[in-house]
């Protein structure tokens, strides 16, 4: 049986405890969030044949049934403290001022920090540049001496993606990863539909960038089966075909490269990430170590491609996972056809998000997992919307601190228990909590210490504070204020607040989630889409 540990301190005043209690026997009785879809076997066997990570790993629990928790309790080990969101942004970097801000920092228990660069309020929102300019030589130096600064005292330091992998064009990851052409994104489009009587000749000159030509049989009912392949009949680009029989309607599927955005079913994406973006702060750190690294992020993932992705190998994958032809369901992606609709577009969901695991986000955790680090995330739905990515569920598992963002001062029910559920499910050791930005300076710890429990009773046991802000630059400079570290007035008093959540951190991730009810995670009726619903009935699906 796995070891059970209070969700609240027993010393809190009569009403603080009733209220929380009475928050607690809700959650208990509601349970984790379940998502329902098909895995692909590769994906799945990634999630059953996980190894252990390093048994040094700073902030993973322990998972052993018969442990003590209470040493760990009164002395958290290393990783269980605050992480900060480190703005890098506002004033050139200084290493004595680094320095300075490390030491006060680590005085106060933080396990690590978290470096983020802001937007402009320009069209497109690209980051807002600093000097050293990211990623060159001189910012490297600056990297390797934080770095350093942090391995003496035991933090880690990481990098967020926010601004610098948004698919604008403008952006670090934009201009590097995604401007190599080959693992660009691509949508499928019709680029021309025609209908076609037998014994009438149709002609007509295809799009550079054709996948393929589709004729497929037409009735009262839908498409018919029994498509043909009109390959054969393309020369110099130009089709050429007159039916023999029946009624037909010719489609031209194209899919053109997005300068800019990358394809996350791509067999080299996740690859590439990783060779490009997270490998080089390896290469780059004291003796090409990870000991000093930790904390990196992913914050408002966007690829700029939709759901319609398109690979080379799309159709060899779909007829090896399901068992039939590609180009039999993809005309359902864009409109009703038949009975067939919903399975069809379940089908073409579920191959799509089983190459995005496999191929993205499974390449970069793994590099992550294999380093005992933690990885989180606050993407852009929250959960909200089950539909993020093609399934929220089956992406965002693969962080090892599944997360949100709760701004203003506030607790989140819904963004929490998607968390937390994630986390519970597939034995992430962590659930990231990103609060709370935009509260302003007149942010009191009163705020801070109701709203954290509040969002620590429904699963967040990693606290991460928006922001920590390198500079003001003389009060002229601020990103969704507040800071919460040195520039506030309590600063000096904040080390039992710190305290209290690192210790309430390594007890709320100990041991093996257990709960008796299951809530379910609605994933299958969005790919679905309006007007298949009664195809859907026919059919016996409620």
Same mark, same amino acid.
């Given at each position: 049986?796995?070891?059970?540990?209070?969700?609240?301190?027993?010393?809190?005043?009569?009403?603080?405890?009733?209220?929380?209690?009475?928050?607690?026997?809700?959650?208990?009785?509601?349970?984790?969030?379940?998502?329902?879809?098909?895995?692909?076997?590769?994906?799945?066997?990634?999630?059953?044949?996980?190894?252990?990570?390093?048994?040094?790993?700073?902030?993973?629990?322990?998972?052993?049934?018969?442990?003590?928790?209470?040493?760990? &309790?009164?002395?958290?080990?290393?990783?269980?403290?605050?992480?900060?969101?480190?703005?890098?942004?506002?004033?050139?970097?200084?290493?004595?001022?680094?320095?300075?801000?490390?030491?006060?920092?680590?005085?106060?228990?933080?396990?690590?920090?978290?470096?983020?660069?802001?937007?402009?309020?320009?069209?497109?929102?690209?980051?807002?540049?600093?000097?050293?300019?990211?990623?060159?030589?001189?910012?490297?130096?600056?990297?390797?001496?934080?770095?350093?600064?942090?391995?003496?005292?035991?933090?880690?330091?990481?990098?967020?993606?926010?601004?610098?992998?948004?698919?604008?064009?403008?952006?670090?990851?934009?201009?590097?990863?995604?401007?190599?052409?080959?693992?660009?994104?691509?949508?499928?489009?019709?680029?021309?539909?025609?209908?076609?009587?037998?014994?009438?000749?149709?002609?007509?000159?295809?799009?550079?960038?054709?996948?393929?030509?589709?004729?497929?049989?037409?009735?009262?009912?839908?498409?018919?089966?029994?498509?043909?392949?009109?390959?054969?009949?393309?020369?110099?680009?130009?089709?050429?075909?007159?039916?023999?029989?029946?009624?037909?309607?010719?489609?031209?599927?194209?899919?053109?490269?997005?300068?800019?955005?990358?394809?996350?079913?791509?067999?080299?994406?996740?690859?590439?990430?990783?060779?490009?973006? &997270?490998?080089?702060?390896?290469?780059?750190?004291?003796?090409?170590?990870?000991?000093?690294?930790?904390?990196?992020?992913?914050?408002?993932?966007? &690829?700029?491609?939709?759901?319609?992705?398109?690979?080379?190998?799309?159709?060899?994958?779909?007829?090896?996972?399901?068992?039939?032809?590609?180009?039999?369901?993809?005309?359902?992606?864009?409109?009703?056809?038949?009975?067939?609709?919903?399975?069809?577009?379940?089908?073409?969901?579920?191959?799509?998000?089983?190459?995005?695991?496999?191929?993205?986000?499974?390449?970069?955790?793994?590099? =992550?997992?294999?380093?005992?680090?933690?990885?989180?995330?606050?993407?852009?739905?929250?959960?909200?919307?089950?539909?993020?990515?093609?399934?929220?569920?089956?992406?965002?598992?693969?962080?090892?601190?599944?997360?949100?963002?709760?701004?203003?001062?506030?607790?989140?029910?819904?963004?929490?228990?998607?968390?937390?559920?994630?986390? =519970?499910?597939?034995?992430?050791?962590?659930?990231?909590?990103?609060?709370?930005?935009?509260?302003?300076?007149?942010?009191?710890?009163?705020?801070?210490?109701?709203?954290?429990?509040?969002?620590?009773?429904?699963?967040?046991?990693?606290?991460?504070? =928006?922001?920590?802000?390198?500079?003001?630059?003389?009060?002229?400079?601020?990103?969704?204020?507040?800071?919460?570290?040195?520039?506030?007035?309590?600063?000096?008093?904040?080390?039992?607040?710190?305290?209290?959540?690192?210790?309430?951190?390594?007890?709320?991730?100990?041991?093996? =989630?257990?709960?008796?009810?299951?809530?379910?995670?609605?994933?299958?009726?969005?790919?679905?889409?309006?007007?298949?619903?009664?195809?859907?009935?026919?059919?016996?699906?409620?």
């Amino acid at each position: 049986m796995a070891r059970q540990f209070p969700l609240c301190d027993e010393t809190d005043g009569k009403n603080m405890k009733t209220t929380f209690q009475t928050i607690a026997m809700l959650l208990l009785a509601v349970g984790p969030l379940v998502a329902v879809q098909a895995a692909d076997l590769d994906a799945q066997a990634a999630v059953q044949t996980l190894p252990a990570p390093p048994a040094d790993a700073p902030g993973f629990p322990s998972r052993d049934p018969n442990l003590d928790a209470l040493p760990g &309790f009164q002395n958290p080990p290393p990783g269980y403290g605050e992480v900060p969101f480190w703005w890098w942004t506002g004033d050139p970097l200084d290493k004595e001022r680094l320095a300075w801000q490390i030491e006060e920092l680590h005085k106060k228990g933080i396990s690590g920090m978290q470096v983020n660069y802001a937007h402009e309020d320009s069209s497109g929102w690209p980051t807002y540049a600093n000097k050293p300019e990211i990623f060159t030589g001189p910012w490297w130096e600056m990297w390797k001496f934080v770095a350093s600064e942090c391995g003496k005292r035991g933090m880690g330091i990481g990098l967020s993606g926010y601004t610098l992998d948004w698919p604008n064009g403008k952006s670090l990851i934009s201009s590097t990863i995604y401007g190599e052409a080959e693992i660009q994104g691509r949508e499928i489009a019709v680029a021309r539909k025609q209908r076609v009587a037998a014994g009438k000749p149709f002609a007509c000159d295809l799009p550079a960038d054709t996948v393929a030509v589709r004729a497929y049989p037409t009735g009262t009912k839908g498409f018919g089966p029994g498509s043909q392949d009109l390959t054969g009949r393309i020369r110099e680009q130009r089709l050429e075909w007159t039916p023999t029989e029946g009624a037909w309607e010719v489609w031209i599927l194209a899919a053109s490269r997005k300068p800019g955005t990358l394809n996350p079913i791509h067999p080299l994406a996740g690859r590439r990430v990783v060779e490009k973006f &997270f490998q080089p702060f390896q290469d780059n750190a004291p003796g090409q170590s990870a000991a000093g690294l930790n904390y990196f992020f992913h914050d408002e993932l966007h &690829f700029g491609v939709g759901d319609r992705v398109w690979a080379d190998d799309l159709a060899e994958q779909f007829k090896r996972r399901k068992g039939y032809d590609l180009f039999e369901a993809l005309p359902a992606m864009f409109q009703d056809v038949g009975p067939k609709t919903v399975k069809y577009r379940l089908d073409f969901m579920d191959v799509k998000m089983q190459l995005a695991q496999e191929r993205y986000f499974i390449p970069i955790f793994q590099w =992550h997992w294999s380093r005992g680090k933690i990885y989180g995330c606050d993407q852009g739905s929250r959960g909200r919307n089950p539909m993020e990515f093609g399934d929220y569920f089956s992406c965002v598992r693969w962080y090892t601190a599944p997360g949100h963002d709760t701004p203003g001062g506030h607790a989140d029910l819904i963004k929490g228990k998607v968390s937390s559920s994630i986390a =519970h499910l597939y034995k992430r050791p962590r659930v990231w909590l990103e609060g709370y930005h935009s509260l302003g300076w007149g942010a009191t710890p009163e705020n801070l210490m109701f709203a954290t429990r509040e969002n620590y009773l429904y699963g967040c046991n990693l606290l991460n504070l =928006h922001g920590l802000y390198y500079t003001t630059h003389g009060s002229f400079w601020e990103w969704a204020p507040p800071c919460y570290h040195f520039r506030m007035p309590y600063w000096e008093h904040m080390g039992t607040f710190l305290k209290y959540f690192e210790r309430l951190s390594y007890l709320m991730s100990q041991g093996v =989630h257990q709960c008796d009810v299951a809530v379910m995670y609605p994933v299958a009726p969005g790919p679905r889409s309006a007007g298949v619903w009664r195809h859907a009935a026919n059919a016996g699906v409620s």
